[in-house]
């Protein structure tokens, strides 16, 4: 059997503890799948006395993560530290100019610095695996980086924040508060250390740049993805779009058009038909539209311990399978020196349609002036409804406020914006006006 593959570990929070789990509890399985053993030689963590409820003995700790990676004897440094600068870039820099395999679960490294690392790690001949980044447990780097290559990739979107989709699931199936949810959701060790990463839809929008870099072989382009969060959806929007057969999810979506490539996140409105619509909980979904495949959807676990360190494992057992000197596949499915510039789209028509919420006074007139400014926008309307509002609580009004419910055929965003804008230079608007995109999947 070949020499054991050594392993440093920087980061030992919910996913680093299940990593080094699962390493010790399944170190003769490994050892025989990939021909020879893994061993956990040096960790970093910032809290070296914690007890995380596996045996650290005989490991050697190291003070910084830059430590780890400069100066322990190791094959593969594993970051699980998290944030695009700071400690984490600087060791995963010195690892990989120190000619070591590299494996991270960092989106936000790899959105901002990605194409830099995979320059450095093609240069050095050594693996940069990311596949927890993205998806949590769905091996949806795999697919694009590898499995589909020769497909022209059309259209990849999906749930990629477990946390976001836990929220939405509760909220809406159980009516639990937006503040209660969140909360859970950092308890089960799903949400960011800022999660308001999570919630506004930055992290989503980390994990769509990347694969976006991947589908399209094009430069990461993470300041050009148009960016909206869950933090403004009530249940009365959870609510109506039940009533009108549709489920709120918040999705990446990223697509190659004529002009160039769209990239957006934000809460959308998707058929509660659709497969895409019945992923619950922390379960994340990718769809890959491509042309020789067609439709592909993954769904899997998207946060957590286990599912995370399921792909960190997998991505060190690649590295332990690999044979020195040979060919690495490039990190980003094109080698990083030729992946295309990055072309933003124009502002297209944006075919699922919108739903449109508007807190309107009960005064006549108002649900034709609603219909004629819409018209004006040459904006076609699947239908309009008016309910009188609940009152009370989840900023409902009181008295005689109604709420007007819009749902438009495809139509241009910029349409959308100039009728909203005019309705609200209206004097019968009691509350900001709501608006969710539609999206519509192909098949499934
Ligand atoms: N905070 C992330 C989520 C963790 O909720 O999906 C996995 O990337």
């Given at each position: 059997m070949a020499d054991a593959l050594k392993v440093g570990i920087a980061g030992l929070g919910t996913v680093g503890a299940s990593l080094v789990r699962i390493l010790q509890t399944r170190a003769g399985e490994l050892a025989t799948t990939c021909g020879r053993a893994i061993i956990i030689t040096a960790v970093s963590a910032r809290?070296?006395?914690?007890?995380?409820?596996v045996d650290m003995s005989g490991i050697t700790w190291f003070d910084t993560p830059e430590q780890l990676a400069s100066?322990?004897?190791?094959d593969v440094f594993v970051e699980l530290?998290?944030?695009?600068?700071g400690p984490a870039a600087r060791s995963v820099r010195a690892a990989l100019e120190r000619g070591l395999h590299v494996v991270t679960a960092n989106k936000a490294l790899l959105a901002a610095s990605g194409v830099e690392l995979a320059k450095i790690a093609e240069e050095r001949g050594v693996l940069l695996n990311f596949?927890?980044?993205?998806?949590?447990?769905?091996?949806v780097i795999k697919a694009l980086r590898e499995?589909?290559?020769?497909n022209t990739v059309s259209r990849v979107y999906g749930i990629m924040n477990g946390t976001c989709n836990y929220i939405l699931t509760r909220m809406e199936?159980?009516?639990?508060?937006f503040a209660d949810c969140l909360k859970e959701a950092q308890r089960l060790g799903?949400?960011?250390?800022?999660p308001t990463f999570d919630i506004e839809g930055n992290d989503t929008a980390h994990k769509l740049a990347i694969l976006t870099t991947l589908a399209f072989?094009?430069?990461?382009?993470?300041?050009q993805i148009y960016l909206e969060g869950i933090?403004?959806?009530s249940i009365e929007d959870i609510h109506a779009a039940a009533d009108l057969g549709y489920r709120i999810k918040l999705l990446g979506v990223a697509l190659r058009t004529e002009t160039g490539i769209e990239q957006r996140v934000h809460p959308t409105m998707v058929p509660r038909?659709?497969?895409?619509?019945?992923?619950?909980?922390?379960t994340n979904a990718v769809a890959i539209e491509s042309d020789i495949l067609g439709e592909l959807l993954m769904v899997g676990p998207g946060a957590g311990g286990n599912a995370t360190a399921s792909s960190v494992l997998g991505d060190i057992a690649d590295i332990a399978k690999s044979r020195p000197g040979a060919q690495q596949v490039p990190v980003l499915g094109t080698p990083a020196a030729a992946l295309a510039p990055y072309r933003q789209a124009e502002m297209?028509?944006?075919?699922?349609g919108y739903f449109i919420r508007l807190a309107v006074?009960?005064?006549?007139?108002v649900f034709a002036s609603v219909a004629t400014r819409m018209a004006e926008n040459g904006i076609s309307l699947e239908s309009i409804v008016q309910r009188a509002r609940p009152g009370g609580a989840d900023g409902a009004v009181k008295g005689e406020a109604k709420t007007i419910i819009l749902v438009t055929h495809a139509t241009m965003e910029v349409s959308v914006r100039k009728a909203v804008d005019a309705i609200k230079a209206e004097?019968?608007?009691v509350g900001e006006p709501q608006v969710i995109r539609i999206e519509r999947p192909k098949d499934l």
């Open positions: 809290d070296r006395s914690r007890d995380r409820g100066e322990a004897d190791i530290i998290g944030g695009a600068e596949e927890a980044a993205v998806a949590g447990g769905i091996p499995s589909l290559t020769g199936k159980e009516g639990l508060s799903y949400a960011e250390a800022d072989g094009t430069q990461l382009a993470p300041e933090s403004n959806i038909d659709s497969v895409i619509a019945q992923v619950d909980g922390v297209q028509s944006h075919e699922g006074a009960d005064r006549t007139g004097s019968y608007l």
